[in-house]
């Protein structure tokens, strides 16, 4: 076992004690995953929009939408299982957290799939990619502001009151005389 994989199967130790408070809701113990260069870049690239530490919430929209629908996972683990061997090594470490429920039910597909969660984090967000792309070509827009915005707030009372914090501080910025637009979070 290269160190490589020692990495990622130690962050892929069963969930406990929740929660942390690392985020804007509970988020767990991290699951250690590795990207390829080029899955890291099209991540960033969808992220951007929406702000440069957005990545980790575009990759949450992908694992949500694997739990989902499961649709011909079990023979595309099968499949990458028999191809991890010759496959290249993924160079981009990243450290996820997800809310508990998230969590606990990707530990119980990896566990019923024979995988681990990082494995099935890849191929979430493999499969998103893919389908961002049949959509663009197909002229079918996906989206991706309303559920990354799903994604990072979790729901109505989060949202309202970040909505509401947004708009005095950018009174307060109006007050000071700043420029609209040249703030922190502008």
């Not at 199967?9 to 804007?24: I, N």
């Amino acid at each position: 076992m290269t160190a490589h994989e020692d990495w990622e199967d130690a962050c892929d130790l069963p969930v406990d004690e929740w929660p942390t408070q690392m985020g804007r809701w509970s988020v767990g113990p991290p699951i250690g995953v590795f990207f390829s260069e080029d899955a890291n870049r099209a991540l960033i690239a969808i992220a951007e929009p929406f702000g440069t530490r957005h990545r980790s919430g575009v990759i949450r929209v992908a694992i949500r939408r694997l739990l989902t629908d499961q649709a011909g996972l079990p023979s595309l683990v099968e499949e990458r299982a028999r191809n991890s061997v010759t496959r290249p090594r993924f160079p981009v470490q990243m450290n996820m957290h997800l809310d508990e429920e998230t969590a606990h039910h990707l530990a119980d597909l990896a566990r019923r799939l024979g995988a681990n969660r990082g494995e099935l984090i890849r191929i979430a967000v493999d499969l998103f990619l893919v389908d961002l792309a049949q959509l663009r070509l197909a002229g079918t827009p996906f989206d991706i502001e309303a559920a990354l915005t799903d994604e990072l707030f979790q729901g109505e009372a989060s949202r309202d009151r970040l909505i509401r914090r947004g708009r005095r501080r950018q009174a307060e910025r109006l007050r000071s005389g700043e420029k609209p637009g040249s703030g922190r979070w502008s």
